[in-house]
DNA sequence: CGCTTGCTTGGAGTGCACTCCAGCGTTCTA
DNA sequence: TAGAACGCTGGAGTGCACTCCAAGCAAGCG
């Protein structure tokens, strides 16, 4: 179990929310990055590029340099893949991780970034539901229409 | 007025569902490029493209060859922005178009590509709430640790 | 021990959806 | 009627988010 300060200090989330499983208990979590490439669904490329883009924190290595994810670094992988789907672009995500690796005097601004993405997705559902509606009554016209001859408009 | 088997010979979507206000009354409906770039926010650039690669329906063009837009393209440059914000690629769009042009006998094949459409779109929303759950853990816990002192894991 | 499979790196390549450019003709305003 | 602003084309360029490559080291198995 490690403290906030800790864990803002070895640059992993400090608040993993989700009370999901991990594959292996803490304390035995290694995993190489096919285990990693499974889990998550990334490509061993993407999981490397991450990396090299600063969008990751600093991933464990084996003796040989190999490297070793723990199950912190699958709770950041999962909420990236949650904000890369809300169509963040990878440079905010960064932004966000340089704010965590930086330390908890950056609570303001993470907040600040946080409560825009939110607002970004609020606005993204209200879209998609408008966009809901222009197709279920498109639907409905091509349901009708492949029902009765094709003689009336709407 | 044109009847439906009208609307499919020219190559406009048969049913312009939305009963919104077009600028200008059917009639007298003749755009230029740049009245449709004031309109959709899409670029000129854009809108010759989409063009180019079959997205758009043959869009009338003045003596001298300026394109000149009308209601139904205005309607159907509405449906292609809502599909492309729900992430619907531009080449399925492309194939809608194509069958919006060969004419009546296509309908199954829109009816089915559209209710694959809504079913990524709900499936998009599902997903979007599902971040939106973890966005607002996330803001509570820094809304929260920035009145108190950081010291308690959450 | 050799073989296969996996992991490493920097850098180059890919696909998508635009986005811009050069060089020219057209239309509008004073 | 001059000048600015707008529109035309084919083709090249851009930015993003990967995606792949070559060459080499490492690990597990019969």
């Known amino acids: 179990m490690e403290t906030l300060a800790e864990a803002a200090e070895n640059g992993t989330d400090v608040c993993s929310v989700p009370p999901e499983r991990h594959p292996r208990p ?9 285990e990693v490439v499974a ?7 993407t999981l490397r590029w991450y990396e090299r883009i600063g ?3 600093h991933i464990d290595r084996s003796h ?3 490297r070793r994810y723990c199950n ?4 950041w992988l999962d909420l990236v893949g949650k904000l890369r789907l809300t169509g963040m672009p990878v440079a905010d995500m960064v932004r966000y991780a340089e704010l965590v690796r930086a330390g908890d005097h950056t609570y303001a601004e993470r907040y600040d970034l946080l409560e825009a993405t939110r607002r970004d ?3 993204r ?9 222009v197709l279920n009554r498109k639907i409905d016209f091509y349901a009708d229409a492949g029902r009765a001859p094709a003689s009336e408009r709407r």
Chains 1, 2 share one sequence.
């Open 39 to 45: 889990f998550t669904g990334l490509t061993a490329h």
């Open 121 to 123: 997705v609020l606005a």
């Open 55 to 57: 969008l990751m924190p």
């Open 125 to 133: 559902i209200a879209e998609l539901k408008d966009t809901l509606a």
């Open 64 to 66: 040989t340099g190999q």
């Open 72 to 75: 912190a670094d699958l709770d």
């Open 26 to 34: 803490d304390g035995q979590d290694s995993y190489t990055i096919s």
